[in-house]
Each structure stands twice: as C-alpha cells, then as structure tokens.
C-alpha cells in the first residue's frame, strides 16, 4: 500500500494551520470580556444558521461512519444509509416540535429539561448515565477508531494518533462551543470535499476495471452485478436482516434511534440551543440536508470496494487470517488515491474525527459543571470559575477515554455498531421520558425513573438474553429496542395514573410549532426527496 507522501502532508498541514489559525481569530473576536457560562458552553446568539448545521454533521460524523459504515457498505449495501436518509427526516420533526419546546422553555442542558420537567433525582441520574455513555462509549470508540484509521494510513505509531488526536481536540474545545461551531465550518468543507473524492476515485475505479470509463458507468456496473447491495429495505432471507429488519427502519426502532439521537442529546441539541427559533430551525434544516449527502460520502465506497473485491482487486488487504474484515474497506481505498488526493482524504477524515471528539468533550464538560458541579458542589463558584472547571473536565475526559479505550472491546464489536448497541440500552427509556414530558402534562417523575433505569435495565436483560419467554438473540435490536420504548410508555401511563400527578408541565401552546415558509418548503423538498430515494431503491 502507499503511505502518505511529502505532497498529502503539505496539504493535510495546510489543512491543520487553517483550523487552528481561524480557530484562534474567532476566539479572540467573540470572546467576552468576563467569562460567562451561557457563551463558552453554548456560544449563546454567536453561531448562525450554516454554522449549527455544519456543526451538528461535523459533530456526528466521524471515525465510525467513515470506518464502520463505509465497511457495512462493503457487507450489506445501500441499506445501511437509513441511518443517514432517516435523520433527515429526524431533523426536521426536532426542528418543528422538539426545539420550540426548548427555547421556550429555557433549556440549555438535557438533564436541566429532566429537572424543570420531572425533579432533580431524575436530572441527576441522567446526567450520570449520559457521562458514562459520552466518555466510555462516544468519546472512546471516536478515538479508538479514529487512531486506528490515522495509525493505517499515515503508518504513525497507534498511540501517538491517539495523543495527537486528543490534543488537537482540546486545543478548539477549550476555545468553547462558538470556536467549535465556527471550525466546524471548516471541518465540514475538508470532510465533504476529501469525502466526494474518494467516492469519485472509488467509483471510478470500479469503471476501469470494467474496461469502460466514468462515473456514470462505474455506478452502472455496480448495480448490474452487485444489485443486492442495493436494496434499502432487506428481507428476512437477507444475512444482514438482523441489524436493518426490513419495515423497521421505516416503522419501528429506527425512529427511536434518530429521534433520541437527534432530539434528547446533548452534544446535538447544544449546538441550537443558543440561537433564536428561526436560527435554530434553519440550522436543522441545513443539516438534514448535508444528510442526504452522507452516504455517498460513507456507504458508496464500500459498495464499490466490495465490488472490486469481487473483481480480484486488494484481496489480501481486506482479509486478517483468513477472514474477510470489512472496515477495512476505506483505509484500502485512501491507499489507492494519487498524492495529493490522499492527503485531502486524509484531512477529510481527520476533521471528521477531531471535529466529533471536540463536541463529544464540550457536552460532557456542560453536563458535568452545570448538572452536577454548579448544584451539587460548586454553589458559590463565579462564572469564571466555572468555565475553568468545565475547561478541566474536557482534559481529564479525554486522558480518560484514552486509558480506557483498549478495554472496551470495540475492535471485536465493530465500531458502528458498539456504539448502536451500547447507546441502545439507554435510548428508548430516555426517548420515552422525554416525549411523554412534552406532551402528556400527567407525566410524573416515578414514571420517567421507570422508563430511565427500567428501561435500562430490561433493555440489558433483552441483550443478554436474561429475560424469559422469549429468545431475544433471535429479535433483531432495532426490534428489540421498540418493544423496550413501548414498556417503558405504558409503564409511565400506569404509574402516572397510580401516583399523584405532580402539575410540571411545560409550557407548550400550538403556536410555538407554526414555522415560516422557507422552512415548510425545505422540508417539503426532502421528505420529497426521501420518498423518491426510497421509492427507487426499494
């Protein structure tokens, strides 16, 4: 394989000086004059529209989707892109109904909402579940996979990828969200641009060895003899049926996966709930449509890789002892790409990867200092000296995602789906607790410690298989977590109904969901688009 060349160098420096050098302006252009919580946590009235929606992808996309589903795209197709297309459709319903409820009521933190909505145990337990979900699993696999994508490529020691990756995403964290938010600006150009190019050489490869040429062509030969990777929706013949379970993905759990992801997420939600309404929405909007984009970014190359595996092509760089490893597929392919292409790749997936770990850091800080810190320990502490301590806390998280990240087991697991079903376990009793307390004022707070820790621990039972009746390694997860969303809302309506009614609702009024015509239009464009993709690869 080709490693890394003094012209992808230059262009992966260039890349790194533009980050940092603009990074640093931003920084001494917004800051304050004293330091304020609001503005370094939520870089509040700072980030404008293209700004919150260039974050919110940079924060997402990373190490996983690159590494991992590129790889799925390898082993099971375009299928997989219904983690992308439906969170197209996710933003829009959070933009609509989920982000007025919190701009109106003055939420800047997910477990404040729980407070104001419930009581402060439950704040406090989420707050401590959302840590060790941030830290163990997004904030170590992020830099677990990311080293070891940087570490096959550039051909660096794995550990000093690691350490490398971790400083250059503390030195824009520290900065605060509105130094995050404006690189990932930046981040986002580098991801997309080095992105498509290797989607192009990919596919193009795929052409030429067809003895033809060109984009078009190389699509077509893709599709003519590889046409099972082109299907969206799977059936229960399908090998891969057990992690996309046909109609789910369109009726059932993968609504709970966005929805949780998408809605009730800290390092997601933080990046709008600054900004005023119109701001906030349009953000969304402008995200869900870097979505549709995804895909052709992280899945067509490992469908054009397993393509041109089929074809003979790099069979012993795919394979480990024998077995077929497909989050191989997109290292293989950068090494493929000419100097110069390769380093733009490279920064490509290096932006994507410092771009999500500094999200990840800033809402763990968030949570921490003004969740638990400010009203557990730090009551008489300035707004100084709270923004140093959410500062130390990016620090010490990081250095602790690095010491545990050997011991989490995410090589085994494979990286995108450790972090699907890690973060499973919690997603449907926090979905539950949240979409009940916005809009079933008789929501009390026995019933979201039910759905919070009950559901938890069902969802761990299901996992393991400790339940009884039923054969849960045979349900496929997605199924597995509606059945866990669904215990969780009827165990909340009993006890809601049991115990007294606590009259903590929020105030919600029809009018805060009206949005402005550019919105419903750009909505109406992608849900269009949705059902055009859907429809077409079906």
Same mark, same amino acid.
């Given at each position: ?38 503005? *370094? +946590? /939520?870089?509040? &009235?700072? =980030?404008?529209?293209?700004? $919150?929606?260039?974050? @919110?992808?940079?924060? #997402? ?127 986002? *150009? +580098? /991801?997309?641009? &080095?992105? =498509?190019?290797?989607?192009? $050489?990919?596919?193009? @490869?795929?052409?030429? #060895? ?132 390769? &380093? ?195």
């Amino acid at each position: 394989m080709k490693q890394l060349q003094s012209l992808d160098y230059i262009i992966f420096f260039i890349y790194f000086i533009i980050v940092a050098v603009y990074g640093y302006w931003i920084y001494n252009r917004k800051k304050s004059a004293a330091a304020s919580t609001k503005d *370094f +946590f /939520l870089a509040e &009235g700072s =980030l404008t529209w293209w700004a $919150i929606g260039a974050s @919110l992808i940079a924060s #997402n996309i990373s190490a996983e989707q690159f590494i991992g589903m590129s790889g799925n795209g390898f082993s099971m197709g375009l299928a997989i892109s219904s983690y992308e297309w439906m969170a197209a459709a996710t933003l829009v319903i959070v933009a609509l109904f989920f982000m007025p409820i919190y701009l109106k009521n003055n939420i800047f933190t997910m477990p404040q909402f729980l407070s104001q909505r419930y009581n402060p145990t439950v704040s406090l337990i989420m707050a401590i579940f959302w840590l060790g979900l941030y830290i163990l699993v997004n904030l170590t696999s992020i830099l677990y996979l990311g080293a070891l994508a940087v570490s096959g490529i550039s051909g660096l020691d794995f550990d000093l990828c690691m350490w490398g990756l971790a400083i250059f995403s503390i030195v824009i964290t520290v900065g605060g969200m509105k130094v995050i938010g404006f690189t990932d600006v930046i981040q986002v *150009f +580098f /991801l997309i641009i &080095g992105g =498509l190019a290797t989607s192009y $050489i990919a596919i193009n @490869l795929v052409s030429d #060895n067809f003895d033809t040429t060109g984009l078009m062509n190389g699509l077509k030969m893709m599709r003519e003899n590889h046409g099972d990777h082109f299907k969206m929706i799977l059936g229960k013949d399908n090998p891969h049926y057990m992690e996309l379970p046909g109609l789910t993905v369109l009726l059932g759990g993968m609504w709970i996966v966005n929805l949780n992801y998408w809605g009730c997420n800290q390092y997601i939600t933080q990046r709008a709930l600054g900004a005023d309404l119109k701001t906030a929405r349009n953000g969304l909007l402008f995200a869900a449509f870097l979505k549709l984009l995804m895909p052709v970014i992280v899945v067509l190359p490992g469908i054009a890789a397993y393509t041109l595996y089929n074809q003979g092509l790099f069979q012993q760089e795919m394979t480990e002892n024998g077995v077929i490893v497909a989050d191989k597929a997109y290292p293989v392919l950068l090494n493929l790409l000419p100097a110069g292409l390769k &380093g733009l790749s490279f920064a490509a997936l290096t932006a994507a990867i410092v771009a999500s770990l500094a999200g990840k850091a800033n809402s763990i800080s968030t949570i921490f200092t003004l969740d638990i810190f400010k009203i557990y320990i730090g009551k008489n502490k300035s707004e100084a000296q709270l923004v140093g301590i959410g500062r130390i806390v990016i620090v010490v998280s990081m250095i602790l995602a690095i010491v545990v990240s050997p011991y989490m087991g995410i090589d085994k697991a494979g990286g995108f789906q450790f972090i699907q079903q890690m973060t499973g376990l919690l997603s449907p009793g926090i979905f539950a607790s949240f979409i009940m307390g916005f809009f079933w004022k008789r929501s009390n707070s026995a019933g979201a410690l039910f759905a919070i820790v009950g559901g938890f621990l069902i969802a761990l039972g299901m996992h393991n298989n400790w339940l009884p009746f039923v054969d849960w390694t045979q349900v496929p997860f997605l199924d597995r977590m509606g059945w866990v969303f669904v215990i969780c809302v009827v165990g909340m309506f009993i006890l809601s109904y049991v115990l007294p009614d606590e009259k903590k609702g929020l105030e919600v009024d029809a009018s805060m969901f009206r949005a402005h015509k550019g919105f419903v239009l750009g909505a109406a464009v992608i849900l269009v688009l949705l059902v055009l993709l859907y429809s077409y690869f079906w």
